[in-house]
């Protein structure tokens, strides 16, 4: 008789979880429906309606089941445990608490700098599940539901799957690392603005002729006044929020980096899994008739 036991090798207990193939399948397939529900109106006629909040439901409704499928998939590709997806809901409920401290006010949101570490940790599929169920949270939380939140959710979730690929995450650790997470969340702060302006752009008419949405003119005309829409309306705002996520990396993220390798380093999320002889008593063989003494 064997039973199952699970390595904790050392050499292992500090990599993010790594992409098997069935989990990038569903990344790239929900990065294909989230490109498509972001650019569409791009493309669409002057005829073609293009309010967002009748695609939302639709978005929402493939969203889900393709963010199910993600965890599935990447449970299936790393022989992961229900640990794995414990630490991912007391992450996400962290995430969606600290939202309200700074939502509202200059762009300050410090749920940013929680999303980058958390995507270098855990790797990029998780990441991006938990980026996506932390915005889905904190909806919830702050009554912030309405046909943005699909959106939304795909947008954090890219931010935190863009963490779990920068390089290194065996080799570059210290000061080196924290100032590469501080880089990264200076630009996906601005680029994750960028994607939701883009969101709320294509519905807003009469801003002026130079920033806003013409449907059914050219790509790269729509292009030029978008990128004037952005420099006039939100720089500002991601300015608050990129600066904030630089300055809570560096100043809280060699304490969090060490929490958060300590607790998958605990929970052996990447261990694998061998078979080891059981330790308990092998079951007693049946008498056979005539040998108990019954005379049968």
């Known amino acids: 008789m064997t039973r199952p036991v699970r390595s904790t090798h050392p050499a292992r207990s500090t990599r993010p979880v790594r992409i098997g193939p069935r989990a990038a399948a569903a990344l790239v397939l929900v990065t294909l429906i989230g490109i498509a529900a972001f650019g569409w109106p791009l493309l669409a006629d002057r005829q073609s309606g293009l309010a967002h909040s009748q695609d939302a439901p639709w978005l929402f409704a493939a969203l889900l089941p393709l963010l199910v499928a993600v965890v599935v ?21 962290v995430g969606a608490a600290l939202r309200p401290l700074g939502a509202g006010t200059a762009g300050l949101e410090p749920m940013f700098f929680l999303m980058v570490l958390s995507g270098r940790v855990l790797g990029p599929g998780f990441g991006f599940v ?17 046909p943005w ?9 890219w931010f935190s799957l863009g963490a779990g690929l920068l390089p290194g995450p065996e080799r570059l650790r210290g000061r080196a690392e924290l100032l590469m997470l501080a880089a990264y969340g200076f630009l996906g702060s601005f680029a994750y603005g960028t994607v939701m302006n883009l969101q709320g752009w294509v519905i ?9 949405f013409h449907p059914g003119e050219p790509v790269a005309a729509n292009l030029a006044r978008f990128v004037a829409y952005c420099l006039a309306t939100s720089v500002g705002w991601d300015l608050g929020r990129a600066v904030l996520t630089v300055v809570l990396t560096l100043a809280l ?10 607790a998958t380093r605990r929970a052996a999320f990447d261990a694998p899994v061998s078979f080891a002889p059981g330790t308990g008593a092998e079951p007693e063989p049946a008498l056979e008739k005539g040998t108990n003494g019954s005379g049968g």
């Open 204 to 212: 807003l008419q009469g801003m002026g002729q130079g920033i806003s």
């Open 149 to 157: 939140m699909p959106f939304q959710m795909l947008a954090m979730g």
């Open 130 to 146: 938990l980026g996506s169920v932390t915005m889905f949270a904190s909806a919830l939380l702050t009554g912030g539901v309405g």
């Open 73 to 93: 998939a990447t449970i299936a590709d790393n022989g992961m445990d229900a640990k794995a997806v414990a630490m991912l809901g007391v992450l996400a409920a």
């Open 253 to 262: 993220g060699a304490i969090l980096l060490k929490a958060l390798r300590r």
